[in-house]
Nanobody, 118 residues
Framework: QVQLVASGGGLVQPGGSLRLSCVAS???????MGWYRQAPGKERELVAA???????KYADSVAGRFTISRDNAANTAYLHADSLKPEDTAVYYC?????????????WGQGTQVTVSS
């Protein structure tokens, strides 16, 4: 089973930016990679995904502000979050799976906390 470790979160002011990293224990080449988030009292939601061909998809709430990318050679996926808003505050997780991420191959790690506040 692939192990994934998310990092790069922190406290940022509204309008600020962060780059999150997701490092895998093995190759991510065969998988679509996804970034998810879970805010207190809410369900975990998919915010961005990138296929093996580099096709990206975003939740409406982050489209135009977040950018997902991948470096297969480094077994790493990234989420660049710009123009952050207080409602982006959540624990961010990454995972890997089939093209639509309906089947995931990794367990949920601890995630990385993103807090947007002045």
């Amino acid at each position: 089973q692939v192990q994934l470790v998310a990092s790069g979160g922190g406290l940022v002011q509204p309008g600020g930016s962060l780059r999150l990293s997701c490092v895998a224990s093995g190759s991510i080449f065969p998988y679509t990679m996804g970034w998810y988030r879970q805010a207190p009292g809410k369900e975990r939601e998919l915010v961005a995904a990138i296929t093996t061909d580099g096709v990206t998809k975003y939740a409406d709430s982050v489209a135009g502000r977040f950018t997902i990318s991948r470096d297969n050679a480094a077994n790493t996926a990234y989420l660049h979050a710009d123009s952050l808003k207080p409602e982006d505050t959540a624990v961010y997780y990454c995972n890997a799976g089939n093209s639509r991420l309906t089947v995931l191959v990794a367990s949920w790690g601890q995630g990385t906390q993103v807090t947007v506040s002045s």
